[in-house]
């Protein structure tokens, strides 16, 4: 079988049923070997072999369209070359640098605050954290206590955070906490402005306040309960809770609130950061400027594992050693990363990702005729469609997750997240091309319009 970065496919391809003899065999030897915590291959039941660009091939031949993209990690998709090629120039020379200073992770820096806004720029820090999302989570919150000297976190319901200890604290999903008793306490959950199911049981058309003026009353009221805290965290769209962009007003006025009160914001920008939502970071498209940025999933763009926050000088409180992590030099990381910043400045990666999110608007907003589907939504290249019982409101779970299987069969990786996992959810590489956007899109309103089972 040729390689699949051989072929000049355009088109997905299934040609048994799933999973397929091969896949079949190594899911069930994952079953066998594996922690019980995996979790995509239960509801895409698949063994991958190889990638390119926007499209995978399992081990039985079947290639499909990627609109999963690594949960966002593969922001110029599969195996893009000149990363490729950096990474593997970069082998050579150093692989692993803690946090020594080295050319390339210079560069890497430069790059990363090259991308800022200019009035930030000059005013950065940045911390590496260990190579996850959730770990520069934890770096943010203890640098806001630090410097503050204050210990509560305001958080919001819906959001997403990670699963380590304290991220998973400040991650609005119940179940997995269930799990784990004895959370991060001062922890705070606060409405989010998601108006198609209003936190607080208001219609959007009647609305006569607004979830950031619920938030400034909780923090000065004096009889409250909660004392000023080290840091507000936000997600400016949230993922995992169903890509739920927050509303402008909402961020602005919570902007308006921290910066009153002397609370840092910190924005999560794990998934929506570097080019997702059509800006670098999301936080642009809201004309605000946080005090911290938590980064991760796509600044290498390859794949390779890095994270980071980026923060303002004034915060910089931290003794040496205070936040630490064996691998939070990862040298092919960064020089992938480099690479990639350039690339997207090279073919106007950002106006490609709102062409493309122009165009899936255009594609699937007619699906709002169907009464299953509650709302579609999205920045970018970050979408979510909604799916929810007509008559009662409630999410439609098992809906999406028949969508999220005939897409598959028709050769399109999607995601699910949301309420009751009732958003069916797309993350297509950055530089998806205009054909591959209309032929998943095809897909997808063809999964739906086969109705609910």
């Known amino acids: 079988m040729a390689p699949l970065a ?5 088109r997905p391809r299934v040609d048994c049923d799933l999973p397929g003899p091969r896949s079949t ?3 069930a030897r994952q079953e066998q070997r594996e ?3 995996r979790t995509y291959p239960r509801h895409l039941p698949i063994a991958l072999a190889e990638a390119s660009g926007s499209f995978v091939r399992d081990v039985d031949g079947n290639v499909f369209i990627d609109f999963l993209a690594g949960a966002g990690v593969l922001s110029l998709g599969h195996n893009h070359p000149e990363l490729v090629q ?6 050579g020379v150093l692989t692993h640098g803690l946090d020594f200073p080295t050319p390339v992770k210079d560069r890497f820096l430069e790059a990363q605050l090259s991308m800022l806004p200019p009035g930030m720029r000059n005013r950065t820090k940045v911390h590496f954290c260990g ?3 959730a770990n520069a989570v934890e770096a943010a919150i203890k640098l806001c206590k630090v410097a503050t000297g204050r210990g509560d976190i305001v958080t919001f319901q819906g959001g997403f955070h990670g699963s380590t200890h304290a991220a998973m604290a400040l991650t609005g999903l119940v179940t997995p906490k269930a799990a784990v008793p004895h959370g991060m306490p001062g922890t705070h959950f606060f409405p989010f402005s998601y108006c198609a199911r209003c936190p607080l049981g208001l219609s959007p058309d009647t609305c006569t306040t607004n979830c950031a003026d619920y938030l400034r009353r909780s923090l ?15 997600e400016p769209v949230q993922g995992e809770g169903g890509v739920i962009p927050a509303t402008v007003d909402f961020v602005r006025r919570l902007r308006t609130i921290t910066r009153e009160l002397g609370i840092p914001l910190i924005v999560d920008e794990v998934q929506t950061g570097c080019g997702r939502t059509g800006t670098w970071f999301a936080f642009e498209q809201y ?3 946080p005090d911290v940025i938590v980064a991760s999933k796509a600044l290498s763009g390859i794949g390779a594992p890095v994270a980071l926050i980026l923060y303002d000088e004034k915060l910089d409180a931290w003794a040496s050693g205070a936040h630490i992590g064996t691998f939070r030099g990862n040298q092919l990381a960064f020089a992938a990363g480099v690479e990639t910043v350039r690339i997207v400045r090279r073919d106007d990666i950002l106006g490609n990702v709102r062409r493309r999110g122009s165009q899936i608007r255009e594609r699937l907003f007619p699906l709002l005729a169907d ?4 709302e579609v939504r999205g920045r970018g290249l970050m979408w979510g469609i909604e799916l929810a019982d007509p008559d009662t409101g409630m999410p439609a779970g098992d809906f999406a997750a028949a969508v999220q299987s005939r897409a598959l069969r028709r050769g399109l990786i999607v995601e699910r997240g949301g309420r009751g996992d009732g958003v069916v959810r797309i993350l297509p590489p950055l530089n998806v091309a205009p054909d591959v956007v209309d032929i998943a899109c095809s897909i997808l309103v063809d999964a739906i319009e086969a109705g609910n089972p």
């Not at 051989?6 to 355009?10: A, E």
């Not at 009221?221 to 936000?234: E, F, N, Q, S």
């Not at 009464?371 to 509650?374: D, E, F, L, N, S």
């Open 6 to 10: 051989q072929h000049t496919m355009t």
């Open 371 to 374: 009464p299953w589907v509650r």
């Open 220 to 234: 000065t009221d004096t009889h409250g309960g909660i004392p000023l805290p080290a840091a507000v965290i936000l």
């Open 35 to 37: 922690s019980t915590a």
């Open 86 to 91: 950096s990474v593997v120039t970069q082998l």
């Open 287 to 289: 004309d605000i400027e």
């Open 131 to 133: 190579p996850t999302g």
């Open 25 to 27: 065999e190594l899911l």
